[in-house]
């Protein structure tokens, strides 16, 4: 399960499958929200509506950790990191996934600028 749940993570960071929107209706829940590193507030269907996102990340990223923090509740925690203007930005990242094997989904997801 905790290599299934890295996969599923690591593919947000992948523009193929991070502006799929099929994909991305299948894994995030319907209450999904996330607090970006820019400070702003997002929801499932902002998500949805943005498919052109460029990420531009640098694999592999630091610090993976995943804790079962109840029955079918997961925290994914790990620091960041992408290419924004030849800069490499680091941000500590945090995700909670709810579910099982056969349906798993993002509730919640944080990204906070590491300075």
Do not use: C
Not at 28 to 47: A, P, Q, R, T
């Amino acid at each position: 399960m905790l290599e299934f749940l890295l996969k599923l993570e690591m593919s947000l960071w992948i523009e193929e499958t991070r502006n799929n929107q099929e994909f991305l209706e299948r894994i995030l829940h319907k209450d999904f929200m996330e607090f970006g590193k820019s400070g702003k507030v997002f929801y499932k269907k902002d998500i949805l509506e943005d498919t052109s996102t460029k990420i531009n990340a640098i694999f592999p990223f630091d610090n993976l950790n995943v804790k079962n923090i109840s029955e079918k509740t997961y925290l994914i925690t790990y620091v960041a990191s992408n290419k924004v203007n030849n800069k490499t930005i680091k941000t500590n990242r945090s995700s909670i996934w709810i579910g099982d094997t056969d349906v798993i989904q993002m509730i919640f997801h944080q990204g906070t600028l590491v300075k």
